[in-house]
């Protein structure tokens, strides 16, 4: 679900679609998204379309197309703020531990929204340049947790090993091969082979 550029992971940029929004305007994007979430819990993600979002929000299709450019990049963006607030616990133990810990957390987290996530496996494979931006910061969101978890100054390959996992163990869930409920200990028990492999 997604992908990693060569080198060091930058700062993660702002959960919304658009940077350099005004008060107003970012207020409008948090009512579609909020919109765009109300509507996931009532219809398939495949009968969603922006207008029906800008309906639910109470704004024009128009206004809705000034910040996302299509439906793949509203879900995207939904799942970024989604996973972009999650507070990580307090972590113990070795440095594998504490990865395991951090990567059970976040599974956990996006298996308590199973809708969202399914969407989002099918809206972050789509074309759009600004989902592709939305992979590559998600991308960037893992490794950087995970590099935190191992002490801050892992070796990036193990790094992004432990991306590529994850990823496809989110992807596999999306597709319905890994149940949500088996997503969490799957990827624990996969990050302890890893890393203590890797040592």
Do not use: C
Request: hydrophobic share 45%; net charge negative.
């Amino acid at each position: 679900m997604s992908s990693l550029p060569s080198g060091a992971p930058s700062g993660l940029p702002s959960a919304l679609p658009r940077r350099g929004l005004n008060a107003r305007q970012a207020e409008t994007v948090e009512k579609l998204l909020d919109a765009a979430s109300a509507l996931l819990e009532e219809s398939a993600y495949d009968d969603l379309t922006v207008r029906l979002v800008a309906g639910r929000a109470g704004v024009s299709p128009a206004t809705a197309y000034t910040y996302f450019s299509s439906k793949d990049h509203v879900f995207a963006s939904l799942f970024w703020r989604y996973v972009a607030g999650a507070e990580l616990p307090e972590l113990t133990g070795d440095p594998a531990r504490r990865v395991q810990q951090t990567v059970r957390h976040l599974a956990d987290h996006i298996a308590g929204s199973p809708a969202l996530a399914a969407a989002a496996t099918k809206s972050l494979l789509g074309g759009d340049p600004d989902v592709e931006q939305l992979r590559l910061t998600i991308g960037r969101h893992w490794y950087e947790l995970f590099d935190a978890a191992l002490g801050g100054d892992a070796d990036p390959v193990l790094l992004r090993t432990l991306t590529f996992v994850f990823s496809g163990a989110l992807l596999e869930a999306g597709m319905g091969i890994l149940g949500y409920d088996e997503l969490g200990p799957q990827v624990e028990a996969a990050f302890g082979v890893v890393v203590r492999g890797n040592a």
